[in-house]
């Protein structure tokens, strides 16, 4: 948290403190709760943090309408440990917003009332269960290129989640690929489901890291501040260099008539995503933003009795030990 340093404080104490932050960010240090940051690097990593971790809650809604409806136990057991494992996600960055000095109650007031974003993709129906294998490999597979580089992120609290979530997503981007690989060896039907879901989120997917550089007003600040370490256009370029050839692997095409190599610069061209579309939904437009939040806000009020338990237990803990 920030040092005190009111008006009583030495001349010449806020420029010793940022030199000292802006010292530790040129040697790849870690910036950690207790040492002083700049206030707005602290309010860009609150919305970051607390924007990710909405992300992971939300981000349980889609698969997790399939729970009930899942064609086997064994699909039923691992659709359930991966959705339960989203919800560890959101627990783990919420803590690390915590770190930051916020609250998480405030937190998710914020999100309910339509205050904080979420990420775009979870705004998207899921319309069949191949969704579920096809949320796996490309949404999940997004967000491993996105968050494999956040492991050296800058502040320690979100680095360090950020190592653990990496791990539960490289799981759960395989659970989709497998699902989807069977599905594949199925009927004619089957194949057309998965074919079906990738054409609709694979733009979602590209979307996912947000609008283009030259759009991003956040991006260079947040790299000069070691909170990202890529921008979003290389970020979405090392995603699909990666999904082609497991596109290809799957039999599936990708519905992007200009997707093509391109040997000179030793990357995959593709077509642009709708950036309209994008903003349309993180401006609360999407086909599903509303329901989202409304299933997030009724939960939360159904949820607040056991809160109000878990306070009252912690207090009487916390007496008998005094
Ligand atoms: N959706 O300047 P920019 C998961 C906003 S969950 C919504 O480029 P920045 C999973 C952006 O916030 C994974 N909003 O921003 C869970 C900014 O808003 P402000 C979620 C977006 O922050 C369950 C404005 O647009 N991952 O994997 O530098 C099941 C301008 O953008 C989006 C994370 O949260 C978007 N797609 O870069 C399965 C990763 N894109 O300033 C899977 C952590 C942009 O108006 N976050 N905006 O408030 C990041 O890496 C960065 O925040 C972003 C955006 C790359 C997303």
Redesign the pocket.
Known sequence: MNADHGPGSAPGADEALQAEFDARIAANQRVEPRDWMPEAYRR?LV??VS??AH??I???Q??GDWIASAPSLRRKAILLA?VQD?AG?GLYLYAAAETLGVDRDDLTERLIEGRQ??????NYPSLSYADVGV??WL??G??IC??VP?CRTSFGPYARAMVRICKE?SF?QRQGYELLMRMMEGTEGQRRMVQDAVDRWWWPSL?????PDA?????QQ?MTWGI?IDT?DD?RQRFVDMTVPQAERLGVTLPDPDLVWNAERGHHDFGTPDWDE?KQ??KGDGPKNAERVSRRRAAHEKGAWVREAATAYARKQQEATV
């Open positions: 860009t919305r970051q924007q990710h992300s992971e939300i981000g349980m889609p698969e991966k989203e996600h974003k979420y990420s775009s993709i979870f949320i796996g949404v999940d997004a967000a996105n968050q956040l997503e759960h979307m996912m890291f947000g609008p759009e991003s007003p956040n991006t947040s990202k979003n970020l994008l939904v993180i």
